[in-house]
């Protein structure tokens, strides 16, 4: 069966620090995949896209690699503060006729002053 | 923020009631998504729309229909609510295509169904 996994149990690093959370998945050819943040009763928000070309990509304090081997993605948070403290969701995007998001169940992280 | 707007915000409904939730979307995308999050369970498909009356089915869909009439609206139902179905619900749309893959949601529903 198609799979997507994320680290269930909660992420706590310390302040300053470099978070990175794992996707993984199986059974999927993505073209695309992406990372969202998600805060306690709010909706997801976008962070980064990476293509299935792509070997990484950054924004700012984050970095996102893709490796369509070993189906694995790893989002790396760098000069982790407090207010990173969130949820993250990846979503592999599948193109196949139409356009379907799929999402991992998301890993807690929590960054301790 | 992009305008994506879902009502009701939250509501109470009684198990064999119909309930019908709707997302109504200014940006003029393509794409209108309905999601189910659940402890454990993430964000999981209920159905989508790729157009005005295209829809399918997504992960997640008995139990639930869809209707999209107009460009900027998407209606969620639930024919006959059961306590399964007590959930937050969001919405998203995204316009993929072109280098417009981000998906934008909703500020989500909280459904109880008692």
């Known amino acids: 069966s198609q799979k997507i996994e994320q680290n269930s149990e909660a992420l706590n690093i310390q302040e300053g620090k470099t978070a990175t959370l794992t996707c993984n998945y199986t059974n999927y050819s993505p073209a695309y995949l992406q990372w969202y943040r998600q805060d306690p009763g709010r909706g997801p928000v976008f962070l980064l896209l990476?293509?299935?070309?792509?070997k990484e990509k950054r924004k700012e304090r984050l970095k996102v690699t893709f490796d369509t081997t070993l189906k694995q993605s790893l989002f790396h948070i760098t000069a982790s503060q407090p207010a990173d403290s969130a949820t993250y969701l990846c979503?592999?995007?599948?193109?196949?006729?139409?356009?379907?998001?799929?999402f991992g169940t998301g890993t807690r992280l929590k960054v301790l002053a | 923020d992009a305008g994506i707007t879902q009502s009701p915000r939250h509501k109470v409904t009684e198990t064999g009631t119909p309930v019908t939730l709707r997302c109504h979307q200014t940006?003029?995308?393509?794409?209108m998504y309905w999601y189910r999050q659940d402890p454990g369970h993430g964000l999981r498909l209920i159905h989508y729309s790729y157009g005005v009356k295209d829809t399918d089915k997504g992960e997640v869909s008995d139990g639930y229909s869809v209707s999209r009439s107009k460009t900027e609206d998407f209606l969620l139902t639930l024919e006959s609510a059961t306590s399964s179905q007590t959930s937050v619900y969001f919405c998203?749309?995204?316009?993929?295509?072109?280098?417009?893959?981000?998906?934008?949601f909703g500020p989500g529903t909280r459904l109880l169904v008692l």
């Open positions: 998203a749309i995204s316009d993929p295509g072109g280098g417009r893959e981000t998906q934008y």
């Open positions: 979503a592999l995007l599948t193109t196949s006729g139409t356009y379907k998001y799929i």
């Open positions: 990476i293509r299935e070309n792509e």
């Open positions: 940006e003029n995308h393509r794409y």
